[in-house]
């Protein structure tokens, strides 16, 4: 079975940063991407990031050039680097995998927080 735990979340002022960490277990077949999404109260959910099996990556307007998303495979871990945070960051962010389309996984998410 496979699971996805989410980490690094917090409260913080605008403009600090915070990573944000999806520790993978269980076996998966093939990747096809991983991603980052977040939802704000009253929100749907959106996509933040994401890095594709090919080793591309789509960021969100909102935080091109705030945002980087990367893996390591040994550790088999995604992370998600944000940078000059914003209030408007404030969300859950939840981490995905997607195999196929029904293989999705979804992580219970972590809270983050932005202050101005």
């Known amino acids: 079975q496979v699971h996805l735990v989410e980490s690094g979340g917090g409260s913080v002022q605008a403009g600090e940063s915070l990573r944000l960490s999806c520790g993978v277990s269980?076996?998966?077949?093939?990747?096809?991407?991983m991603g980052w999404y977040r939802q704000a109260p009253g929100k749907e959910r959106e996509l933040v990031a994401q890095?594709?099996?090919?080793?591309?990556?789509n960021y969100a307007d909102s935080v091109k050039g705030r945002f980087t998303i990367s893996k390591d495979n040994a550790k088999h871990t995604v992370y998600l680097q944000m940078d000059s945070l914003k209030p408007d960051d404030t969300a859950v962010y939840y981490c995905?995998?997607?195999?196929?389309?029904?293989?999705?996984?979804w992580g219970q998410g972590t809270q983050v927080t932005v202050s101005s």
């Open positions: 269980g076996m998966i077949f093939s990747i096809n991407s």
């Open positions: 995905r995998i997607y195999s196929d389309p029904t293989h999705i996984y």
């Open positions: 890095l594709t099996g090919g080793g591309s990556t």
